[in-house]
């Protein structure tokens, strides 16, 4: 670890914010009692998120878009799960012609957002940093401002807590 804090202390907006100023490259890692976020930072801009318990799996996901059907997840997963090496759901859709890498890449980049989203709300919990650490194996990144990502999460925040 090279640096942590408190959440109820350094809300997440704020340690996104030294990341990005600082044009750090590594991992912080939000950590609540029934939850951890990753999120990966290249020279201060963050280019993956990724949540333990994500609300929403990229299956239901695409479903949800219109972009698969329930009957296409079903016949990759039934496949996944029989097969002895396992590589991801994503690249299974593709080979079976179900998807395409664009829209693969759009809708784990929209999953990636709704990870930033989720965790401007916390505010118990750890941050811990780990300088100089990236993502391994990933080859969709987020190409997304993070100043954008903050606005759109806070503005979503405040409009949930409803009229003032």
């Known amino acids: 670890m090279d640096f942590g804090g408190d959440l109820s202390i350094l809300e997440p907006s704020v340690a996104f914010q030294i990341m990005s100023f600082s044009l750090l490259t590594g991992e912080i890692k939000f950590v609540t009692h029934d939850n951890v976020a990753s999120f990966y930072f290249k020279k201060g801009e963050l280019i993956y998120a990724t949540m333990d318990t994500r609300k929403k799996k990229l299956g239901r996901f695409l479903i949800e878009k219109g972009w698969l059907t329930e009957e296409q997840l079903a016949k990759v997963l039934r496949d996944y799960w029989t097969k002895d090496s396992r590589g991801r759901i994503g690249h299974a859709l593709i080979e079976r012609g179900y998807l395409d890498y664009n829209s ?3 809708a784990i980049q929209e999953q990636m957002k709704e990870v930033v989203y989720e965790v401007l709300s916390w505010r118990k919990g750890q941050f811990i940093f780990f ?10 990144l987020l190409e997304v401002k993070l100043d954008h990502l903050i606005l759109e999460g806070l503005k979503r925040l405040d409009e949930a807590k409803g009229p003032h």
Do not use: A, K
């Not at 300088?131 to 969709?140: A, K, R, Y």
């Open 104 to 106: 693969l890449s759009e």
């Open 131 to 140: 300088h100089g650490v990236l993502p391994q194996d990933e080859d969709i």
